[in-house]
């Protein structure tokens, strides 16, 4: 009996400790919501009305809690900025979308709770576009609290390589590759950014690592998107230089894809039914610049910058 009121106790109190967690995320939720502006018909920019700091006093000892709620704060700003864009927009080059709030939603998430590996992450490959400078700033700070995470030396070189510092870039992904668990790659990694950091096959094999070791849903996405880009470049590229050499035999470029459609069966090139070459996502390529240019087709995948 004595240990079966014991246990009766012990679920009360985690019950309660619990629903006291419940609440104090509620009352802060309440808290900051009271303090949010009105909303502006011309959709201003809002404020942010709790630091990072300043809601780890007031968390309670649930800051882990308070750090969720923060990161899905994060991703709903983005998305309603997203959702009010007509064209699809990729998730690393949101730039035009005027996201102030997103560097300090990222930085109170990952202050009230700094192993918070997913906040880091969003932060290296959203943030760049919209402020580089915060990006690097909350990635170092990821390294500073989690020093053996390869995974935010890589974010790092990430934000560097884009930023064309290549190395710089090649310096982190070569501090991370000594850290406990660092895959091999990043060593590699380290060297290519030295001999040919701003090259497309540098920047496949950055998305290529980014989509397999990411668990973050955009991030892979992403990954995905700029991969079928770089596809789509080296497709292009192969395509100019067939029209190239048609025009230099016959003076002039090519009226339609059945023109040139055994060279492109040759280079093993998939085609529709009309002959026209297909891009990475399944979209037939368009001639352009009277037949001797290549062009996506608006409906694709494929991002265009």
Not at 72 to 96: F, H, T
Not at 175 to 201: D, H, I, L, Y
Not at 266 to 275: A, E, K, T
Request: a neutral charge; one cysteine or more; proline letters at 6%.
């Amino acid at each position: 009996m004595l240990a079966g009121q014991r246990q009766t106790t012990r679920d009360l109190m985690l019950a309660a400790i619990i629903g006291l967690g419940l609440l104090s995320v509620f009352v802060m939720s309440r808290a900051i919501d009271a303090r949010r502006p009105a909303p502006d018909p011309a959709l201003e920019e809002e404020k942010l009305y709790v630091s990072g700091k300043a809601a780890r006093r007031v968390s309670l000892g649930f800051e882990g809690l308070m750090a969720d709620w923060y990161w899905m704060r994060s991703l709903q700003y983005v998305g309603r900025k997203i959702m009010n864009v007509p064209e699809n927009v990729p998730i690393d080059d949101l730039g035009a979308l005027n996201l102030k709030l997103l560097a300090p939603l990222l930085d109170n998430a990952t202050t009230l709770d700094p192993q918070f590996m997913e906040a880091y992450e969003y932060a290296a490959v959203v943030l760049p576009s919209v402020d580089i400078n915060e990006a690097i700033r909350i990635t170092r700070k990821g390294i500073d609290a989690n020093p053996d995470a390869w995974q935010l030396y890589h974010h790092l070189g990430f934000i560097y390589w884009q930023r064309g510092e290549f190395q710089t870039a090649g310096e982190y992904y070569g501090a991370g590759a000594k850290t406990p668990g660092a895959p091999p790659w990043m060593q590699a990694m380290k060297a290519r950014m030295v001999v040919e950091g701003g090259s497309r096959a540098t920047a496949r094999e950055i998305y290529m690592r980014m989509f397999e070791e990411s668990n973050e849903t955009s991030t892979k996405e992403m990954a995905r998107r700029r991969l079928m880009q770089l596809a789509s470049l080296d497709q292009r590229d192969a395509l100019r230089k067939i029209f190239a050499a048609y025009q230099s035999k016959n003076g002039r470029c090519p009226a339609s894809w059945r023109e040139i459609s055994g060279t492109l069966q040759s280079l093993r090139f998939q085609l529709d039914q009309g002959g026209a070459p297909l891009d990475p996502a399944g979209f037939p390529y368009h001639l352009s610049g009277s037949g001797c240019d290549v062009e996506l087709d608006p409906k694709s995948e494929v991002p265009a910058r």
